[in-house]
């Protein structure tokens, strides 16, 4: 378990699996698969005709697989998650589990650029397959675009003069490391905040390269038709931005507007929420400093 300890423990681990509600014989999904810690308590509560099976983009995440012939762990992007289901023969599951959150291997890991604390190339990728890198994105959009990268995704109220001074210093020279990032923007870092700021900053296009907002949203869009009647959806989210989609999505059965209507004025939504929003208690954010902004919802197929 050396491996899997690089990773972060498990949030609401029991909370968000009792969501599933499982059957020792259903077929469940772990989108998130990372350490493997929410894998390992659904095969805990599954029988022998039970099935698991779970994405991570991640290639350093498959040394963490499970050795279990009731698992199949796929190295893919859970935004694709209906396509490789059916390679395998499955068309609908009693529950899929997702976990939003960066990984502590992610950002321990100093080569991949993800964390504040070290010196690192501008990378910032989940898969090492993605085109899209932190370089690409700091280096070559746009005023416009990274206004708006900085603003939507990292809630930063002076989005448009960072944009400004990184398109100043690209005139002179590429900005190639998180280092130089930092220093670029080291006006904007006042004594006190640098480390919250420098955080929403790298936050911000961390998003942006993982295409994580329209991920979610093509993950979530998925389950009505994924998921078998009564089957159950357990979400734990860390932004604002995340889980009020998760929030909508669960409500109306679409991300903005209201629900739709039938005929005779019904609401038409394809999950009723099951319980509350359910958040992490003070001592596990005592034990685990990283589960203090999650948010778990969990919802059932009508």
């Not at 609401?12 to 509600?21: F, H, R």
């Not at 290639?59 to 059916?86: G, H, M, P, W, Y």
């Not at 020279?173 to 955080?199: C, D, M, S």
Request: aromatic share 10%; net charge neutral.
């Amino acid at each position: 378990m050396e491996t899997m300890a690089m990773y972060h423990n498990p949030v609401l681990l029991k909370e968000s699996v009792d969501g599933l509600n499982i059957r020792k014989d259903g077929t469940y999904v772990d989108v998130t698969f990372g350490g493997g810690g929410h894998s390992r308590e659904i095969l805990k509560r599954l029988g022998t005709e039970g099935r698991l099976l779970a994405f991570d983009q991640d290639e350093d995440a498959l040394e963490n697989s499970i050795d279990d012939q009731r698992f199949t762990l796929i190295n893919e992007n859970f935004r694709f998650v209906t396509q490789f289901l059916k390679f395998y023969g499955i068309r609908k599951v009693d529950g899929v589990l997702a976990d939003f959150g960066v990984s502590s291997h992610q950002f321990d890991t100093a080569e991949r650029g993800f964390s504040t604390r070290f010196a690192a190339s501008l990378d910032m990728r989940m898969s090492k397959r993605n085109a899209l890198s932190a370089y690409e994105v700091v280096n070559t959009y746009d005023y416009d675009a990274l206004r708006k990268v900085l603003f939507e995704y990292g809630d930063l109220r002076n989005a448009n003069t960072m944009a400004k001074q990184i398109l100043a210093q690209r005139e002179h020279a590429p900005i190639k490391t998180t280092e130089k990032l930092k220093e670029v923007l080291q006006q904007f870092l006042p004594n006190g905040r640098e480390h919250k700021i420098l955080a929403q900053i790298y936050q911000a296009i961390r998003i942006e390269v993982n295409q994580e907002i329209l991920a979610i949203k093509e993950f979530l869009l998925q389950m009505p038709d994924l998921l078998e009647d009564s089957g159950r959806l357990s979400v734990i989210s860390y932004h604002s931005l995340e889980d009020r989609l998760v929030k909508r999505y669960i409500r109306a059965g679409q991300f903005e507007g209201e629900p739709e209507k039938d005929f005779y004025g019904n609401i038409d939504v394809p999950f009723k929420k099951v319980g509350g929003l359910i958040v992490p208690t003070k001592e596990e954010i005592k034990q685990n400093n990283r589960a203090r902004s999650a948010k778990l919802r969990i919802a059932a197929r009508i």
